[in-house]
């Protein structure tokens, strides 16, 4: 497995956190100040504050699924590849990928100098 199919899972872990940023943020966007929000509209094109948020959040809510999914797909080939590999390089493998550590957490961890954790990691990719 590459490196880049390793690491998907953190990738669309990053892309789901986005999402849900985003669409946290929505439910407190407010463009006109201190004034409150009712669903009339308010200059501009006469579209309804309201109707594109609520628009906005449908959007966004489809495309944390979808993410969802593509997390839980991306895992299942991740969790197989782990699984295959012998100790300690399954647990580095876990606390890099997965759990998104850096090495000298999981030298520290693993009771091993961050750079043979490092060391030990690229070998097992590269070998596999």
Excluded at 14 to 42: A, I
Aim: charged share 35%; aromatic share 8%; net charge neutral.
């Amino acid at each position: 497995m590459e490196l880049k199919e390793l690491f998907a899972v953190q990738t669309e872990l990053n892309r789901l956190k986005s999402l849900c940023l985003e669409k946290s943020r929505l439910k407190d966007f407010n463009p006109y100040g201190q004034k409150p929000m009712t669903g009339m509209p308010c200059g501009g094109d006469g579209k309804n504050l309201l109707e594109w948020i609520a628009e906005e959040t449908d959007r966004l809510d489809r495309e944390i699924e979808a993410c969802l999914r593509r997390v839980q797909k991306e895992r299942e080939k991740v969790e197989r590849y782990i699984d295959a590999a012998p100790p300690p390089e399954k647990d580095i493998i876990r606390y890099r990928v997965i759990n998104g550590m850096g090495w000298g957490e999981i030298g520290d961890t693993l009771r091993m100098d961050r750079r043979t954790a490092s060391r030990r990691f690229y070998e097992y990719i590269n070998a596999h």
